[in-house]
């Protein structure tokens, strides 16, 4: 296993023979991923079960001395070693077969898969919420999708109602659809695969979705497209250089989730600093050439939330030394990374453990190993001009003269079968079919024809008459992002999107806000609704209540205040308020306050107009 380990490590997989050169005119770079030379692969069963079942495990990958610690690591690790998660690649077909076929029920499918091993495959099963429903999160390279991609989604998620079958985008720029019956898993998976998507590996101790910058390639201000970055990595881990299938053993056995984001210009539209590698754009000092400076470490859990911090290392703007870069970073954390204690598995440990001079040391041996002439400098210095971070929502020049980008309001992300296919017309009819989702679970539609603006602002689908999605929504409702919470999430304390929702609704109502403020819902201290960044975050967490002279258990929340995104990102690590009873009387008071000391509210009858 080592010997093998160790060949493919130094191996070169450049696979992406079709992914964008950074020297090429970018703009209209593919909107996924590059193998569709490769498709027939995906549309052909038989082939991929073929090609995949003599495939190496992800085990396999890891040296001798790794193994032996998995043997001794915790619950989830010894469980990856009985069951190579790697194998639930082909396994899926299996089982959906035999669901199918009537040899076996969801129920039968062993408890270590149904709830760990299809995670591999992006199947998470809602067992505590929809027993025998799943939910399948994708991965979406830089947030791009197309209409056809969502219309496949709509056609998915329709069957199972409007209740269970819906779609959501994501706080990492991805699509998740709901409801997925694990009979139906595979010729969902073979649709995504002809569609040139996937939904393996983006879930449990995976590399997640690549962020990247929803303005790649039209910005005016941008300092890197981030699209052939996202890309070429999304392939680095996905894609089995073995068979030109998706499901990677390489990379399928990390320590833990591990998280890339790629900023493509000053906004930091990505959140590099609340992901386990960060690059920033930044020019060299002396040659001018562009690179980026790399942050490492940055994460939120429930027993640790931490900003990124500067590794000292900077690398070129070009796909080989990022690539490179990337894969000695995860080659390091897949076989050192701590695996007994999963609380201190993510990789800011294990940069700590050596020290960022040591880390930084190892890490350039590494690159060094590979023979790919990537050469690593030190952090060059951030440019100091003053910069103000901009708008996603609404209508904003584009670097091309005459075209448009149009944001459009998402509220929660969740998105209906009717309204995916509603986006999918809206793309098709402006935006030559191409969608760009943004952490903030919203959407932008790219390159509109200036004179269309008006007419899509004036489109049915999202004018804001009676529409949940909007062109132009208000200050307060436009902020709003919301992890899933207790309608479908097990970990939940209390209900996040229905709420975050709602009450966005009502404080739009009753207060006005000279700029745009950024209102973070989450369930559980997880904070996949990342309220350590927003303006005002609510995590859910318990909460008492006089009920008829009774001290009541209710649910409730602990509220964070501060925090900031872009160049001056700021995690708000400590919450201001705790234990408030999620309902209206007491958080809308609460809100109000908060609006009106931290970020210039008024009363919406007092508005004057003037902002
Ligand atoms: Fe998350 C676990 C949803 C972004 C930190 N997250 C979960 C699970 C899978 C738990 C579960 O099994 O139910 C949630 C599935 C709920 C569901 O039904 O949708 C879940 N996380 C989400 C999503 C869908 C929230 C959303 O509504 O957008 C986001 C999916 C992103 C994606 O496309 O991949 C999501 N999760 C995040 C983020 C934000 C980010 O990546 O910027 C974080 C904090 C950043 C980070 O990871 O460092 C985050 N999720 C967690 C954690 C804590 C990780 C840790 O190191 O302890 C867990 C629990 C775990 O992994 O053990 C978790
Ligand atoms: Fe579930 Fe908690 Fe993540 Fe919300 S923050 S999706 S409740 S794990």
């Not at 998706?246 to 000053?266: E, T």
């Not at 919301?482 to 609704?505: L, P």
Request: proline share 5%; with cysteine.
């Amino acid at each position: 296993a080592a010997a093998r380990s160790s060949a493919r490590r130094t191996s070169s997989f450049h696979l992406n023979s079709a992914v964008v050169d950074e020297d090429e005119d970018v703009d209209t770079a593919p909107t996924t991923t590059s193998i569709e030379h490769e498709q027939h692969h995906h549309n052909n069963r038989a082939e991929e079960i073929k090609l995949h079942a003599g495939k190496v495990t992800g085990t396999s990958f890891l040296p001798e001395e790794t193994v032996a610690r998995l043997a001794k690591g915790s619950p989830v690790e010894k469980a990856k070693l009985t069951g190579d998660p790697g194998s639930a690649y082909v396994d899926v077909y299996e089982f959906a077969r035999k669901i199918r076929e009537g040899e076996m029920t969801w129920k039968e499918v062993e408890k270590a898969d149904l709830e760990t091993r299809l995670k591999w495959v992006g199947m998470i099963h809602r067992g505590k919420r929809t027993p025998g429903q799943f939910l399948m999160r994708l991965k979406v390279p830089n947030g791009i999708v197309n209409s056809d991609q969502l219309r496949f989604y709509a056609d998915s998620v329709e069957k199972y109602g409007t209740d269970f079958g819906v779609v959501d985008i994501t706080t990492r720029q991805n699509m998740q659809m709901r409801g997925i019956k694990l009979e139906d898993a595979d010729s969902v998976i073979d649709g995504l695969h002809a569609r040139n998507q996937t939904s393996f590996q983006s879930a449990l101790d995976n590399v997640r979705n690549m962020v990247g910058s929803p303005l790649a390639g039209i910005d005016p201000l941008e300092m890197v497209d981030t699209r052939p970055y996202c890309n070429i990595l999304n392939d680095l881990i996905t894609l089995d250089p073995a068979t030109g299938t998706r499901g990677n053993p390489q990379w399928g056995n990390l320590p833990r989730k591990f998280n890339i984001a790629v900023s493509g210009s000053r906004d930091d539209f990505a959140h590099t600093d609340i992901n386990d590698i960060g690059l920033q754009p930044c020019p060299h000092a002396i040659t001018g050439e562009m690179g980026f400076n790399l942050v490492l470490g940055g994460y939120m859990s429930i027993k640790r939330v931490a900003h990124s911090i500067d590794s000292k290392m900077w690398v070129k703007a070009d796909l080989n030394s990022v690539n490179t870069l990337c894969e000695a970073i995860l080659r390091v954390f897949r076989d050192e990374g701590e695996r007994k204690d999963r609380q201190k598995a993510r990789l800011m440990w294990l940069v700590e453990k050596y020290g960022v001079d040591a880390y930084k040391a190892k890490i350039i041996e590494e690159i060094d190993s590979y023979n790919r002439g990537v050469v690593v400098e030190e952090t060059q210095p951030k440019p100091t001009e003053p910069f103000e971070r901009r708008d996603l929502l609404g209508v904003h020049e584009q670097k091309q003269k005459g075209l448009y980008r149009v944001g459009i309001l998402v509220p929660v992300g969740r998105l209906s079968a009717t309204e995916c296919r509603q986006l999918a017309d809206l793309a098709e009819r402006y935006s030559n079919s191409e969608v760009r989702c943004t952490v903030e679970q919203n959407v932008l539609l790219p390159n509109v024809l200036e004179a269309d603006v008006p007419l899509l602002l004036a489109e049915p689908s999202i004018n804001g008459v009676n529409t949940r999605m909007k062109a132009n929504p208000g200050k307060i409702e436009g902020g709003v992002v919301s992890c899933t919470g207790a309608e479908f999430c097990g970990f939940a304390m209390v209900e996040t999107k229905h709420n975050a929702e709602r009450v966005a609704k009502l404080l739009e109502e009753l207060v006005v806000t000279p700029q745009p403020v950024r209102i973070h819902w989450t369930g559980c201290p997880n904070s996949c609704g990342q309220v350590q960044v927003a303006d005002i975050g609510i995590m859910g967490a318990p909460a008492k209540k006089m009920v008829d002279g009774k001290k009541m258990a209710v649910p409730g929340c602990k509220i964070f205040v501060g925090g900031r995104i872009g160049e001056d990102a700021h995690l708000a690590l400590e919450p201001t308020y705790k234990g408030i009873p999620l309902e209206d009387e007491e958080l809308i008071p609460l809100l109000i306050q908060i609006l009106k000391e931290e970020y210039k509210g008024v009363d919406r009858a007092e508005d004057d107009l003037s902002f």
